[in-house]
């Protein structure tokens, strides 16, 4: 009889995890939803799951290796084969967590020269960097998991577009968010 009731003890509290676990990445889903900038969504969620103080999202450049933006990028851009693109691989980070990897396609014709400047020369993130274009952002897609541009422990993957206020895509971008992100605050 004690077997049995410490199995369902452990049962208990394995479906306990799971549905905090599921309340978690509901609430931060919904922290990014709630945000066109997935920047501003990513500090808000350090600042709740309290991840690092101060709540500072930075990114760390990750290897190009020679990426060339294929057509399909190119079309959803809005820009011919002899625009010139720039591209950033990074990993957003807060504090010392990493919280999710970037594939970012833009178009520095349609940012200031300051904006593309800091984009070139620093570690601020791309939504803070052109925040003054007031952007918004069009989902493409949201999956659960990975998809081939992620690595194979991302929890959750969105692709989206971002627009000037013209409705000009400034940018296009793969987002892999990382299982830290799940983490909950504490000891």
Same mark, same amino acid.
């Given at each position: 009889?004690?077997?049995?009731?410490?199995? %369902?003890?452990?049962?208990?509290?394995?479906?306990?995890?799971? =549905?905090?676990?599921?309340?978690?990445? $509901?609430?931060?889903?919904?922290?990014?939803? %709630?945000?066109? $900038?997935?920047?501003?969504?990513?500090?808000?969620?350090?600042?709740?799951?309290?991840?690092?103080?101060?709540?500072?999202?930075?990114?760390?450049?990750?290897?190009?290796?020679?990426?060339?933006?294929?057509?399909?990028?190119?079309?959803?851009?809005?820009?011919?084969a002899e625009?010139?693109?720039? /591209?950033?691989?990074?990993?957003?980070?807060?504090?010392?967590?990493?919280? $999710? =990897?970037?594939?970012?396609? /833009?178009?520095?014709?349609?940012?200031?020269?300051?904006? &593309?400047?800091?984009?070139q020369t620093? &570690?601020?993130?791309?939504?803070? %960097?052109?925040?003054?274009?007031?952007?918004?952002?069009?989902?493409?897609?949201? =999956?659960?998991?990975?998809?081939?541009?992620?690595?194979?422990?991302?929890?959750?993957?969105?692709?989206?577009?971002?627009?000037?206020?013209?409705?000009?895509?400034?940018?296009?971008?793969?987002?892999? /968010?990382?299982? %830290? &992100?799940?983490?909950?605050?504490?000891?």
């Amino acid at each position: 009889m004690t077997r049995l009731m410490m199995a %369902a003890a452990c049962l208990v509290a394995l479906c306990a995890c799971a =549905v905090t676990d599921d309340r978690l990445r $509901s609430r931060f889903e919904a922290t990014l939803a %709630a945000d066109e $900038s997935a920047t501003a969504a990513l500090k808000q969620w350090c600042t709740r799951q309290d991840i690092a103080t101060p709540a500072l999202i930075t990114v760390d450049h990750l290897p190009t290796d020679g990426a060339t933006a294929s057509a399909d990028i190119r079309r959803m851009l809005e820009v011919d084969a002899e625009e010139p693109l720039g /591209y950033r691989h990074v990993a957003l980070v807060c504090g010392s967590t990493t919280l $999710s =990897v970037a594939h970012n396609w /833009y178009v520095p014709g349609r940012l200031t020269a300051d904006m &593309n400047e800091v984009l070139q020369t620093t &570690n601020t993130p791309f939504g803070r %960097a052109v925040a003054d274009l007031d952007f918004t952002r069009e989902r493409l897609e949201s =999956v659960e998991g990975p998809t081939a541009d992620c690595p194979a422990d991302t929890i959750l993957t969105h692709r989206a577009i971002l627009r000037r206020r013209d409705a000009k895509p400034i940018s296009t971008v793969i987002e892999c /968010y990382t299982p %830290a &992100n799940l983490r909950t605050a504490g000891p």
